[in-house]
Every structure is written in structure tokens, then in C-alpha cells.
């Protein structure tokens, strides 16, 4: 039985990358008395911003846009552990607006491709949007009977990422289908992780 209880190399990887890149920008931000809450707000309006560049046919702009505010969602967690900030409250907004963030960009998307005709493009938003929210699901319920769940092939960074090059290159279709791919596959990836440690438990 695999070990269920170790982080998997690929979540190790990201927490150290994310925290070599994170730590100049927390120590300026924590000496401008800007808070993790701010960081997670600011983020949230990037992504509106982004979502309604692209809907306006500014797309360039818009993916540019997508991929500084996800960038910025590197900094909020990272910042609360720098100033002893962490709080129950802070997690919940920052996981709300998370899924709000993903959600007002594929909305736009949906807007754009509905305006073009394209069926299959808003269906691959829907499957997106869909399977996108699972992920996040599964690891909350997951967290709210006690299991750690942070393993996860294909998580929100790579989405914003992948989305956000789709955007700027004008291969929207084409990211979609990745993304739609890649986040059943970790929605089952997920499921199958919670059914071995709640066995092992």
C-alpha cells in the first residue's frame, strides 16, 4: 500500500518553489504594512480586471493579467506565516476567492466563445468549470474529516498557467481540453487518495 502520509514530491516541489520566489516580495510586503487578506483582495480584483479585458477582446492583456494574479496567490499564504497572521478566516477567503477568480475567467471565456458559436468551447468550460471546482471539493472535504489532501497532479496554479498562455496565444480551445483533461484525472486522482487513507485510518 503506498504511503499515504508523506507528501508526494511533486507538493514538495511546488511549496519550495513557490517559497523561493515568495520570500523577497513577503519581507517588502510586511515592512508597507500590507496584510495577507490585502494580498488575497488584490488578487481577486486582478482577476475580475483580467476577466474583463478578455470579454472586451483584449486578450494579450487579459492572460497577462490572469497570470500576475495568480502569481499574487503565492504571496498571501506565505505572507501570514511571515507576520504570525494566519488565521481560520484568511484560509476560508483565500479559498473562496480562489474559486471566485477561476470562476469570473471562465465565465468571460464562455461569453467570448458563446459570441464566436462555439459549442464545444463552452462546453469545455463547463467541464472545466465543473471538474476545476471538484478538485478544490474533494480536498475540503477531505481536510473537514481530519485528512490532509494537498497532493494533486494537476492543481490551480497549473490551470491559471495553462488557461492564461491559451488566452495570450489565442489556443484557447486547445487549453481548455488540457485543463479539462488534466482536472478529471486529478478529481479521480484526489477520490482514490481520500478512499486509501480513510482504509488505512
Not at 106 to 130: C, E, H, K, P, R
Not at 165 to 186: P, Y
Request: proline share 3%; glycine share 10%; net charge positive.
Amino acid at each position: 500500500m503506498p504511503d499515504t502520509t508523506r507528501p508526494p514530491k511533486l507538493e514538495v516541489f511546488r511549496r519550495r518553489l513557490s517559497g523561493a520566489i515568495a520570500a523577497p516580495g513577503v519581507r517588502i510586503l510586511s515592512r508597507m504594512g500590507i496584510t495577507p487578506n490585502m494580498v488575497t483582495w488584490f488578487g481577486f480584483v486582478l482577476a475580475v480586471a483580467a476577466a474583463g479585458l478578455v470579454a472586451a477582446g483584449r486578450p494579450t492583456a487579459g492572460g497577462i493579467m490572469v497570470l500576475v494574479g495568480g502569481a499574487l496567490d503565492m504571496f498571501d499564504g506565505a505572507l501570514a506565516r511571515y507576520t504570525g497572521k494566519v488565521s481560520r478566516f484568511g484560509a476560508v477567503l483565500d479559498s473562496t476567492l480562489d474559486r471566485a477568480s477561476e470562476g469570473v475567467l471562465l465565465i468571460a471565456l464562455a461569453f467570448v466563445l458563446a459570441g464566436q458559436s462555439s459549442v464545444s468551447g463552452v462546453t469545455l468550460v463547463a467541464v472545466v468549470m465543473l471538474f476545476s471546482f471538484l478538485v478544490s471539493y474533494i480536498r475540503s472535504r477531505a481536510e473537514s474529516i481530519g485528512l490532509e489532501l494537498k497532493d494533486g497532479f494537476f492543481t490551480r496554479a497549473e490551470r491559471v498557467i495553462v488557461i492564461a498562455l491559451g488566452i495570450i496565444f489565442n489556443q484557447v480551445i486547445i487549453a481548455l481540453a488540457i485543463v479539462a483533461f488534466f482536472s478529471i484525472i486529478t478529481a479521480v486522482q484526489r477520490l482514490a487518495l481520500v478512499w486509501l487513507k480513510t482504509r488505512a485510518g
